[in-house]
């Protein structure tokens, strides 16, 4: 099956601009995660939504704002981009929102 | 304040020995506790999960335990080969927490050399 994909691959932004990237999960997975990764701070994590709605949420700004659709393919936006946001952004997706996720290849974007 | 620590940021091994990776976390009460490989410029794959009442769990040649008393698990790869090199994370999923929320320790970056 399918594995979860994160479009694009790589972004280079400037600061102050805003940014949309997407997830496509598993077919028939209704979770989707998502986590902020850089060398500085390990794995964070953004948000979660699950049958469109956003369940959870972790401490980020309000710069960063998510949503699912009925197919529970997921975007997350982040508005006036900072330096500090260039970081790998991993989608993952699991059936129920527990036990074991699957990740994304991640999307690594750069802002500059 | 809540912490996951893994006992080091690198492991180097020689093949064919057993590797042992460490977590140790304060302050959360974790229902399951799981372990991923993560590659260079790759997301994270699941390897296992132990659930807080499970003492040992094993898949081929992975083994975790979980002791919940000594708030540390402990991950094992036996005959470990070149290709088991990676970053190893541990990832708690912490009782009450809201569903779809993993907190990840830092990893600790292991190599298996010939």
């Known amino acids: 099956k399918a594995g979860v994909t994160q479009t694009p691959r790589y972004l280079i932004k400037t600061r102050g601009q805003q940014v949309t990237l997407s997830c496509s999960p598993i077919?028939?997975?209704?979770?989707v995660s998502w986590y902020q990764q850089t060398p500085g701070q390990g794995l964070q994590f953004l948000f979660e939504?699950?049958?469109?709605?956003?369940?959870n949420k972790g401490n980020f700004p309000g710069r960063f704002s998510g949503r699912q659709f009925s197919n529970s393919r997921s975007e997350m936006n982040v508005s006036t981009l900072e330096l500090g946001d260039s970081a790998l952004y991993l989608c993952?997706?699991?059936?129920?929102?527990?036990?074991?996720?699957?990740f994304g290849s991640g999307t690594r974007l750069t802002v500059v | 304040s809540q912490k996951i620590e893994q006992n080091s940021e690198a492991l180097n091994i020689q093949e064919g020995k057993t590797a042992t990776l460490t977590c140790n976390y304060t302050?959360?009460?974790?229902?399951?506790l799981q372990w991923y490989r993560q590659d260079p410029g790759r997301g994270p794959v699941f390897l296992l999960l132990?659930?807080?009442?499970?003492k040992e769990k094993r898949k081929e040649r992975l083994k975790v335990t979980f002791d919940t008393t000594l708030k540390q698990s402990l991950f094992h790869i036996t005959a470990s080969q070149p290709a088991d090199s990676a970053t190893y994370l541990c990832?708690?999923?912490?009782?009450?927490?809201?569903?779809?929320?993993?907190?990840f320790g830092r990893g600790t970056q292991l190599t298996v050399w010939p």
């Open positions: 939504y699950f049958s469109e709605t956003q369940r």
């Open positions: 132990i659930r807080e009442n499970e």
């Open positions: 993952a997706s699991s059936l129920m929102g527990d036990r074991g996720y699957t």
């Open positions: 990832a708690l999923d912490v009782r009450g927490s809201t569903l779809g929320r993993l907190y």
């Open positions: 077919s028939g997975h209704r979770s």
């Open positions: 302050n959360y009460s974790p229902a399951y």
